[in-house]
Structures are given as C-alpha cells and as structure tokens.
C-alpha cells in the first residue's frame, strides 16, 4: 500500500489546491478581459481560449511530464526514502504517471463518445446540381478554395463545421435550395473561419479541461461567452472576406429556426444556441462592423507554452515532484505508520 502513498498525495495536491488557485487567477483575469475588451467579439480570441483551458492543462503537463522524469531517473536519484519491497526499483512514480494518463485519457474518451458521432445524413453525389452550384460558389472566392464542403440531406443544422482533426463544412441540402448565391457564400465564409480555427476541437478540448477541473463549473460561464463571441467574430471575418453582411444576417435568422443542441451533435452551426447572442450578432451585422484583428488569433503562442511547461520537469538537476516524493514519505516515516 505504500506506493500509492505518493501518486495519491501528488494528484490531490494537483486536483485539490493547483487547479482550483489557477482557476480563480483565470477568472479574475477573463473578468478583466471582459470589462477592457473593445466590442463584444474580442473575447473570442484564442489568448480567451487559452486562460479557459489554462488552470488544468498546464498543470497536468507539467505533472505527466515530472512523473515522466522520475522515472527515467528514479535508479540514479534513488527518492523513494520508503522501503517498498517490491524490487530494487520504485514503482511510485510508474503509479502517478499511469494515474495521469488514464484519468486524462479516460475523459477525453467519456467526453468523445458524450459529444457522440457526427451523422451528416445522406451526402449528395458530387455529379448533382446543388453539388455543382456549391464546388462553383466555393471556386469563385479565394477564401473557400481550400475547404472541405460537402452538401447531405437530412443534416443535424442548415449549415455548420464538424471534425475535431480535419474539419469540413457541411450545408444541408434544404439551405441550398432555399438560398440564393449571396447568403452561401457569407454563411460559407462564416463556417471556413470556424474551420480553419479548429473551433469544434478546441470546444472539445475545452470541455475536457473543465470536466477533468474540479472547479471547472467556474468556467463554464467563460466558455460560453467564448463561444458566442466566436460566434460574432466569425461573422466579422465572413464580411472581411468578402461576404455580403445583409446577406449573412439573412442566413443566420434562417439557419437559427433549426436549432440543434450544439453541445450534443459537437458542431458548431451558424444560427448559435443562444438567442440573445444572436440577437447581438444581427445588430453588429447590420452596422457593418470592422476588422478585428484580435479574434483572428491563432494558438501558436498557446502551443509554446504548453511544451515549455512539459520540458520544465527537464531542465534542472532535480525535480519539484521528486523532492514532493521524499517529502511525503519522510512525513510517513516519522509518523511511524510505515
């Protein structure tokens, strides 16, 4: 019983104390991104993303990746203080990373199959008449050229963007037909955004984060915010590019009498869940709203900081988490448990 001493210790000082201090800092400082933002749309920049998934992700990198050190050196630093019994090596640290991984990959998978598959309906021949008038809308702005469309009948939303790792547009074969040239391409123009951001999996993985986040309902607020704002900054995009916005709203008034539960079919489609939120987005439109160059961010930065958290553990001499392991069996030693 004594190796779990450690790998226990370690995950409730992570769960317990680390995540919910980090995400009390993430609050206060989503709450000031909110009251310095210039419009609405600004909080759906990926820095916003970022503070969401922040308090648990970097934590457990740094933690998978400390136990991950440890036991590359656990031979040589030799922190185990208890005499476990169980061979020359111990298996503490082998518990804790195990533990990590299989919380972390355990929910990631539970959130995978609650999101459920994406049923797209039945996908139009490539050879039909509305596949055609689609490829050529696509084909005609420079913007679309590089996106997967496909057009199905019997889809989950009028027109929306699916797939965590390669995403794709799809538009219901009913929107095409009720639509003329000018509201596909603007609410193609919307979706391409969404897709080129790899929005339905940072929804994903934000999901994830705050599930694995014992306190992770205190951002439950902030995610949604997020989302909407994507929303909003979606449509400035679609207007920069070229889109009519009169026609966009258009398609969004339409597109929003079919609602779908976004949080169920893991899609994130053009008319949005939230009715205020959209009210909002058809008031922007209709003021022909500018560049916001602060929504278009991407998550390179995002990416850098995360490997700098996991290569940490790495870098010095000795490890935090492995002065933590003798620390917490000197304690049991001395308390004569063990």
């Known amino acids: 019983m004594s190796e779990l001493l450690f790998p226990a210790a370690a995950l409730a000082v992570m769960f317990c104390i680390i995540m919910p201090l980090a995400t009390i800092v993430s609050r206060q400082v989503l709450a000031s991104r909110r009251s310095r933002a210039a419009t609405w749309a600004d909080f759906g920049s990926s820095s916003t993303w970022a503070w969401i998934v922040a308090p648990t ?6 933690l998978a990746s400390a136990a991950a050190h440890s036991v590359e050196e656990m031979g040589a630093r030799g922190a185990c203080v208890l005499d476990h019994q169980l061979g020359a090596e111990c298996l503490d640290a082998w518990l804790l990373l195990g533990a990590v991984l299989l919380i972390t990959g355990g929910v990631f998978v539970w959130r995978i199959r ?18 055609r008038r689609v490829t050529e809308l696509a084909l005609s702005v420079p913007a679309l050229r590089s996106c997967r469309i496909a057009v199905s009948r019997g889809a989950p939303a009028p027109v929306f963007a699916c797939g965590w790792f390669r995403p794709r547009i799809v538009l219901d074969a009913c929107f095409v037909e009720a639509n003329d040239d000018d509201v ?43 989302r909407n704002a ?29 609602r779908c539960d976004e949080g169920r079919c893991g899609v994130t489609a053009l008319g949005g869940p939230d009715a205020s939120a959209l009210r909002l987005r058809l008031a922007l439109l209709m003021q022909q ?19 700098a958290a996991a290569m940490v553990p790495h870098t010095g001499e000795s490890s935090l988490l492995e002065h933590f392991h003798a620390a917490i069996e000197q304690l049991v030693l001395g308390s004569g448990l063990f």
């Open 289 to 307: 709203p500018k560049a916001l160059r602060a929504a278009r961010g991407r998550s390179r930065g995002i990416a850098i900081i995360l490997i």
């Open 57 to 62: 992700i970097l934590p457990l990198a740094w």
């Open 230 to 258: 994507r929303e909003a900054a979606c449509d400035h995009v679609a207007v920069q590019e070229g889109g009519n916005n009169l026609a966009l709203a258009e398609g969004i008034v339409r597109a929003a009498r079919f």
């Open 114 to 131: 609650l999101e459920g598959s994406i049923s797209t309906g039945v996908v139009v021949a490539d050879g039909s008449p509305l596949r």
């Open 184 to 226: 596909l391409v603007a609410a193609l123009l919307h979706e391409a955004e969404h897709a080129q951001a790899h929005d339905p999996l940072r929804v994903l993985l934000a999901r994830v984060c705050l599930t694995l986040n014992p306190v992770g309902r205190l951002l439950e607020a902030d995610l949604q915010r997020w």
